[in-house]
C-alpha cells in the first residue's frame, strides 16, 4: 500500500505522519532537506544530553559534546558554574579544542593561536597590537554560549531555545526513570563514550529505543537465548507531551531481577520506574541503568553513536569490570544485541532510497486507542500510557518532532559579526 503524496524530497513533515492513522512515510528517514529543518527547530528547541556532572567536578574540567551537528565544550568555570559553547574558533572556524574530556584554564586555538577561557571570552590574541592595531573588540568575539545549561540529578543538557521549559519540566515523567536509575549510587559516573557510525537515519535508534520491546522476541533471538532471557510482558509503554518515550517492567514479571540487573523485586519503592529502554527526546536514550546512548546526525543516513557506561565510582574494581564486561558484551558496537539493531537499522536504510518505496507508509499502530492516562502502575505521569507492546512511544516521539519541525526556530544567540572600531584619529 502506498501513501498519497508527497512529491519529491523537500515535502513537508506534515505530509509524511498520520498520527490518527499511525502510521509514517519512510521519506522522514531519507530526505536531506527535512534533516537541514530537523537541526534549526528539533535539535534547537528540545534540551540535548551533554555529559554528566562527574566530568565536571572541579573549575576547569570540560567534556565535549555535539548539539545535533553543532559541536560544543562543557565547562565547570571558575564561578561553578556549568557552562557550554560553540567548540569553534571565531576567527576562521577551527575547533578549539580537540580533546574529549580533561581540565584546562583555558582553551587555545591550534590554528592562529586565539585563546578563550573558561568562560568563552577571548582573553588572548596573537598580534593583536601589531596585526589588529590594538582595535579588535576582544568583547565581541568570544565563543557562542548555548543559551541553557541546566542539570538533573548529575545530568546534563543544553538547548538553544530561551523559551524552553525548564529542563526538569522538560523531562516529565521521564524524572522518574533518573531517579531510579541513579538512587542506588553513591557516586554515579559515566564511563565511556565509545563512539562509532552506523548506516541509519538518528531517528531508526531514538524511536526504537523510546518505544519497541516487540523486535527482541526476533531480531534478538539468538542473543537473548544465548543469555537465558525472556522477554518481559508485565511492563507498561509510555509517552510524554515533550515526545520522550520509554518502557518499564513491572516487579510483578518473572523477569524483573534480570532486566534490573538482580534488583529484587519484593523491596521495590511503590511507584519506581525500572526502565528497560528509554529516549529522552530528541537523541538521548537508555537502557535499563547501565547504557546511556546519543544518537548524533551526521547526514541523514548516517548516524554516529556516543555510548556510555553508568558505574558508581565507590565500587571495587571487579564490580566495575563486571558492569564494563556485560555492558560491551551485549550494547556497544560489537555488542551481541547491538550488532542485531544495527544490522536493522542500516537495511532499512539501504532499501529507502527507491522512489516507490519513499512514498510507503509504515505501521505505528499497535495499541492505538486503546492507551489509557492516570495508569496506577505510573503515579504522577499525566501522559499515555500503554501495554508493555504498544507504540505508544513512537507516536510521542513523531507528534512533537512534528510539532517542532512545524513550528519557528529560536532566536540563536548573538553571532552577528561585531565592526572593527576605526583606528584613533581617523
Ligand atoms: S582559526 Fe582559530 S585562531 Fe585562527
Ligand atoms: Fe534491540
Same mark, same amino acid.
Given at each position: ?128 597590537? +601589531? /596585526? $589588529?592595531? &590594538?582595535? !579588535?573588540?576582544?568583547?565581541?568575539? *568570544? @565563543?557562542?554560549?548555548?543559551?541553557? %545549561? ?21 523531562? +516529565? /515523567? $521521564?524524572? &522518574?526513570? !533518573?531517579?531510579?536509575?541513579?538512587? *542506588? @549510587?553513591?557516586?554515579?559516573?559515566? %564511563? ?34 544465548? @543469555? ?199
Amino acid at each position: 500500500m502506498t501513501t498519497a503524496p508527497p512529491e519529491g524530497p523537500s515535502a513537508a513533515a506534515r505530509d509524511l505522519i498520520d498520527l490518527d492513522l499511525g502510521t509514517l512515510n519512510r521519506e522522514v528517514f531519507e530526505s536531506g532537506p527535512l534533516l537541514r529543518t530537523e537541526l534549526a527547530t528539533v535539535f534547537t528547541r528540545s534540551w540535548l544530553f551533554l555529559g554528566h556532572e562527574s566530568r565536571l567536578s572541579r573549575p576547569g574540567d570540560f567534556t565535549t559534546a555535539v548539539m545535533g551537528q553543532d559541536h560544543v565544550i562543557v565547562t565547570r568555570s571558575r564561578d561553578g558554574r556549568i557552562r557550554a559553547f560553540l567548540n569553534v574558533c571565531r576567527h576562521r572556524g577551527m575547533r578549539v579544542c580537540r580533546a574529549d574530556s580533561g581540565s584546562a584554564t583555558r582553551f587555545t586555538c591550534s590554528y592562529h593561536g586565539w585563546s578563550y577561557d573558561g568562560t568563552g571570552a577571548l582573553v588572548e590574541v596573537p598580534n593583536h597590537d +601589531d /596585526g $589588529y592595531e &590594538g582595535r !579588535l573588540p576582544l568583547d565581541r568575539w *568570544g @565563543l557562542v554560549p548555548v543559551t541553557r %545549561v541546566e542539570s538533573y540529578r548529575g545530568f546534563v543538557f543544553g538547548c538553544w531555545d530561551e523559551d524552553a521549559p525548564p529542563l526538569a519540566e522538560y523531562l +516529565d /515523567g $521521564y524524572r &522518574g526513570v !533518573l531517579d531510579w536509575a541513579t538512587d *542506588g @549510587l553513591d557516586e554515579p559516573e559515566l %564511563v565511556g563514550p565509545i563512539k562509532w557510525r552506523l548506516q541509519g537515519n538518528w531517528k531508526l535508534a531514538a524511536e526504537q529505543f523510546a518505544n519497541d520491546t516487540y523486535h527482541p522476541q526476533t531480531a534478538h533471538l539468538s542473543a537473548t537465548s544465548l @543469555l537465558g532471557v525472556n522477554m518481559p510482558t508485565e511492563g507498561r509503554e509510555l509517552g510524554s507531551r515533550y515526545g520522550h518515550g520509554w518502557t518499564i517492567i513491572l516487579p510483578e514479571d518473572p523477569n524483573y531481577a534480570a532486566f534490573t540487573f538482580g534488583r529484587d523485586p519484593d523491596s521495590a519503592e511503590p511507584g519506581h520506574q525500572a526502565l528497560i529502554h528509554g529516549t529522552v527526546f530528541p537523541n538521548f536514550s537508555m537502557l535499563g541503568d547501565r547504557v546511556l546512548r546519543v544518537w548524533h546526525p551526521r547526514s541523514v543516513d548516517d548516524m554516529e553513536i556516543w555510548s556510555w557506561v553508568l558505574v558508581d565510582a565507590s565500587w571495587s574494581p571487579e564490580q566495575r569490570r563486571q558492569a564494563m564486561r556485560m555492558a560491551t558484551l551485549t550494547f556497544s558496537s560489537t555488542g551481541i544485541v547491538e550488532t542485531d539493531d544495527s544490522e536493522n537499522w542500516s537495511e532499512i536504510q539501504a532499501v529507502g532510497g527507491g522512489h516507490v518505496t519513499g512514498r510507503t507508509a509504515l505501521n505505528y499502530q499497535m495499541g492505538l486507542g486503546s492507551t489509557t492516562t492516570g495508569d496506577p502502575a505510573v503515579p504522577g505521569f499525566t501522559g499515555e500510557v500503554g501495554h508493555i507492546l504498544n507504540d505508544v512511544g513512537a507516536r510521542a516521539f513523531y507528534r512533537r518532532w512534528l510539532e517542532l519541525m512545524e513550528g519557528p526556530a529560536p532566536t540563536l544567540p548573538q553571532t552577528a559579526p561585531a565592526p572593527m572600531p576605526a583606528p584613533s584619529g581617523r
